[in-house]
Each structure stands twice: as structure tokens, then as C-alpha cells.
Nanobody, 119 residues
Framework: QVQLVESGGGLVQAGGSLRLSCASS????????MGWYRQAPGKERELVAQ???????NYADFVESRFTISRDSAKNTLNLQMNSLRPEDTAVYFC?????????????WGQGTQVTVAS
């Protein structure tokens, strides 16, 4: 299982920006798919953005080009740049890794980082 540790959450005013990072215990460029999910109070966890090992990205409709997912090879981190934040973006954001180990699917989650957007 991949060990994932998120950082970068915090409190920001509406319209502001935050950058989340996820440190991985394994080479992020070799993990089949990595992504960011979020969970607001009373709601189910939902996909925000994901990136495959080949660099293909996918975003939830609500992102509306405000967020960018990327990988940093020097730091071996998965990043999420979030701009034009809205109060409805308030949630705990989780880093996720979806990989295959000796033919078996393995899912890994970080502990989450809180993002709060004040109106």
C-alpha cells in the first residue's frame, strides 16, 4: 500500500487560492492513477481530479477550470492548485492512489487536509 500525506489546506477567503500537496512513499509517476477527492460534512466523498501514470487528467464538472492537478518529479508529490475558490469548495480533501500490485488492485488514501473557504 502507498503511504500518502497531504498538506496545504487552510482557511481562505472566497476568490482566493490554495495549493494542496500529497507526498507519496512510492514513485508517483509509476502509480496507475492518483487523484484528489473531497468530502463535505454530511455529503459523500467525491472525485475532484485525477491523473494517470501517462499524464492523462480528468476533472469533476464542478471544477470548471479553476483547479489544476499536477505531479512534481523533484519532490515526488501530487499537487492540486485551486483558484477562484468558493464557499461550496469547503471540505476535507483526500489524496488517493489506485494501483495494481502483483495483479491485485490496491487503493490507498491519505489522512485528509481541511479546506475552508469563507464567504
Amino acid at each position: 500500500q502507498v503511504q500518502l500525506v497531504e498538506s496545504g489546506g487552510g482557511l481562505v477567503q472566497a476568490g482566493g487560492s490554495l495549493r494542496l500537496s500529497c507526498a507519496s512513499s512510492q514513485n508517483i509517476f509509476k502509480i496507475k492513477t492518483m487523484g484528489w477527492y473531497r468530502q463535505a460534512p454530511g455529503k459523500e466523498r467525491e472525485l475532484v481530479a485525477q491523473i494517470t501514470s501517462t499524464g492523462t487528467t480528468n476533472y469533476a464538472d464542478f471544477v470548471e477550470s479553476r483547479f489544476t492537478i499536477s505531479r512534481d518529479s523533484a519532490k515526488n508529490t501530487l499537487n492540486l492548485q485551486m483558484n477562484s475558490l468558493r464557499p461550496e469548495d469547503t471540505a476535507v480533501y483526500f489524496c488517493h492512489a489506485d494501483d495494481t500490485v502483483v495483479g491485485f488492485p490496491v487503493q490507498s488514501w491519505g489522512q485528509g487536509t481541511q479546506v475552508t473557504v469563507a464567504s
